[in-house]
């Protein structure tokens, strides 16, 4: 499809989204919801997601030294926070993601910061499956019979095609047969890709997976803060239960997850009001809005320090004004 065609699809699935949300629901009352929201909680929410910015960091670190480029910590923290930004005003939640990888070139190979950056989100999502599938028999009474099924599917799902990912014999001997450009054998961009998604080894991969443990428990505590937030009465244990949906579903095309996280929770949010539930998804994309104007701030002083540093090397003199 068309990159124009496709941003402009992803306009339309959070515009519309959001018009159906506002339409089959009060939109007065989600508006009231969202004023009497305690700041408190929201803040708290925001700070940790900040903090979550620098352990993921961490992770993404973890990784790329198993592969043995030397990058800086700092240096990865700086772009998971400019990849913010750019998740956030992106039509994509994982617009970042590509940004990151494409930033992390000009320190080392292609191959290894798109493969590093996959196995970093792939190690995430599995870890989030996992400690979902521990506390979902604990949520049962709480949770429609339809969408236990639906987490059971897509937990099995992301954990046995995950093992299979990072494994990496048996897909290896699957599309060993196919094209160079298809096939994860060979010198073929996707081959040399996956060689970096599977050579970072099992030591640093099972590195990931500990710090996605305290990810992940940060991650589900932000969207209980803004559950909290909104008086929702949601308890921590069903938001553990349920993220790996959340996480999953920021792969529909939007701007931002703007639309889908708000007809998610009104969907699975049964014990809840429709319009709070719609507000809880406002309130948490407010977070990460906030969150991804930091990354901006983040971004904007790199850029006028490198500019800087640029025109001293060069002898020159920014323009007076």
């Known amino acids: 499809m068309d990159k124009r065609l496709l941003n402009v699809l992803r306009v339309v699935v959070s515009a519309?989204?959001?018009?159906?949300?506002?339409?089959?629901?009060?939109?007065?009352?989600?508006?009231?919801?969202?004023?009497?929201?305690?700041?408190?909680?929201?803040?708290?929410?925001?700070?940790?997601?900040?903090l979550s910015l620098v352990i993921r960091a961490y992770r993404w670190l973890v990784l790329i030294r198993?592969?043995?480029?030397?990058?800086?910590?700092?240096?990865?923290?700086?772009?998971?926070?400019?990849?913010?930004?750019?998740?956030?005003?992106?039509?994509?939640?994982?617009?970042?993601?590509?940004?990151?990888?494409l930033e992390l070139t000009e320190d080392t190979e292609s191959s290894a910061a798109v493969g590093t950056v996959l196995l970093d989100r792939l190690t995430g999502l599995m870890m989030l499956?996992?400690?979902?599938?521990?506390?979902?028999?604990?949520?049962?009474?709480?949770?429609?019979?339809?969408?236990?099924?639906?987490?059971?599917?897509?937990?099995?799902?992301?954990l046995v095609g995950g093992t299979l990912l990072i494994e990496g014999r048996l897909l290896r001997r699957i599309t060993s047969r196919l094209p160079s450009k298809l096939s994860l054998v060979g010198q073929g961009p996707l081959a040399k890709?996956?060689?970096?998604?599977t050579g970072c080894g099992w030591r640093a991969v099972v590195q990931a997976f500990g710090v996605s443990i305290v990810f992940n428990i940060v991650n589900v505590v932000i969207n209980w803060l803004c559950g909290r937030a909104m008086a929702t009465g949601i308890s921590l244990g069903f938001f553990f239960a349920i993220s790996t949906l959340f996480s999953i579903a920021g792969l529909i095309p939007s701007i931002?997850?703007?639309?889908?996280?708000?007809?998610?929770?009104?969907?699975?949010f049964g014990s809840v009001d429709a319009e709070k539930a719609a507000a809880?998804?406002?309130?948490?994309?407010?977070?990460?809005?906030?969150?991804?104007?930091?990354?901006?701030?983040?971004?904007?002083?790199?850029?006028?320090?490198?500019?800087?540093?640029?025109?001293?090397?060069?002898?020159?003199?920014?323009?007076v004004r």
């Open 256 to 268: 931002g997850g703007w639309g889908v996280r708000e007809t998610l929770s009104t969907a699975v």
């Open 193 to 197: 890709v996956y060689a970096a998604v």
């Open 16 to 50: 519309g989204l959001l018009a159906f949300v506002l339409w089959t629901n009060d939109a007065a009352t989600i508006w009231r919801e969202l004023r009497q929201s305690d700041v408190r909680y929201l803040l708290a929410a925001l700070t940790l997601y900040i």
């Open 280 to 319: 809880w998804g406002i309130a948490l994309n407010l977070v990460l809005l906030a969150a991804g104007l930091v990354g901006g701030g983040v971004y904007l002083v790199g850029s006028a320090l490198n500019i800087i540093a640029e025109r001293r090397g060069t002898g020159e003199t920014p323009p």
């Open 129 to 158: 499956a996992l400690i979902g599938l521990i506390v979902l028999p604990f949520q049962l009474s709480r949770i429609d019979r339809w969408l236990v099924l639906l987490l059971l599917g897509l937990m099995l799902a992301v």
């Open 66 to 101: 198993g592969l043995g480029p030397d990058v800086s910590f700092g240096r990865l923290v700086n772009l998971y926070f400019i990849g913010q930004f750019f998740s956030t005003f992106l039509p994509t939640t994982y617009g970042g993601d590509v940004v990151r990888a």
